[in-house]
């Protein structure tokens, strides 16, 4: 069974600074990764995916995220936040070939102070 | 460009009282999925639909009934609303692995 963690529930950074947002995963079999963002109020959107080929993605408003298989990761990072980055952030997991029902992370609440 | 619509996007319940939460898509999407969020829980699945005339059981099923009506819609039936029931509940749907496309939320309060 596939299961995803996002180590951090919440992550305070200064506007400008850089950021990473970690979650790991645990499958036996290979993954399509994904990372969410909510923005207050509203459902989640895609930030990007990760289905195969290069391991280095990147997504909308300067995210990009690495996945690692040998480390089973997928952090998320932007090398500059803006006060607009403030949001929940998810990470989820998927089986091709299995169930392909994607399994949240808890989430990571970003707050960028001006 | 509607993408995935759920009606209401707030209601209050008596404990005891049903009501359904509508869903519909106009994305031609084959799956569609209830989840609810909780503040710390993250989404838990609730209910999905891998294809019309198909509903299967999630994380949290237990007080919930889902019907797959047609291609478009997929909706969830809470018979006798509870408090623990009080939540943000969100409808998606996507295309088997890929991504998946959320609705704004429906935030439900049972009292």
């Known amino acids: 069974a596939q299961s995803v963690t996002q180590l951090d529930s919440q992550v305070p950074v200064f506007e400008e600074a850089p950021v990473e947002l970690r979650c790991n995963y645990s499958?036996?079999?290979?993954?399509?990764l994904f990372w969410y963002v909510q923005y207050p109020n509203q459902g989640l959107q895609l930030l990007l995916k990760y289905l195969s080929g290069s391991t280095l993605v990147k997504g909308i408003n300067g995210f990009e995220a690495e996945f690692n298989k040998s480390q089973t990761s997928f952090h998320l990072r932007k090398p500059s936040v803006h006060i607009s980055d403030t949001a929940e952030y998810f990470c989820?997991?998927?089986?091709?070939?299995?169930?392909?029902?994607?399994?949240f992370g808890r989430g990571t609440s970003l707050i960028v102070h001006p | 460009n509607a993408g995935v619509t759920q009606t209401p996007k707030f209601q209050v319940l008596k404990t005891g009282q049903s009501m359904t939460l509508q869903c519909a898509q106009d994305m031609n999407h084959n799956s569609m999925y209830w989840y609810r969020q909780d503040p710390g829980m993250g989404l838990r699945l609730i209910y999905y639909?891998?294809?019309?005339?198909?509903?299967d059981k999630g994380e949290v099923p237990n007080g919930y009934n889902v019907s797959r009506l047609n291609k478009r819609e997929f909706s969830l039936r809470l018979e006798s609303a509870a408090p623990s029931q009080t939540s943000v509940y969100f409808c998606?749907?996507?295309?088997?692995?890929?991504?998946?496309?959320f609705g704004e939320g429906s935030w439900l309060t049972v009292v």
């Open positions: 499958s036996s079999v290979s993954v399509y």
């Open positions: 989820a997991v998927s089986e091709p070939g299995g169930s392909y029902i994607p399994t």
């Open positions: 998606a749907s996507g295309r088997q692995g890929n991504t998946i496309y």
């Open positions: 639909s891998a294809s019309e005339g198909t509903t």
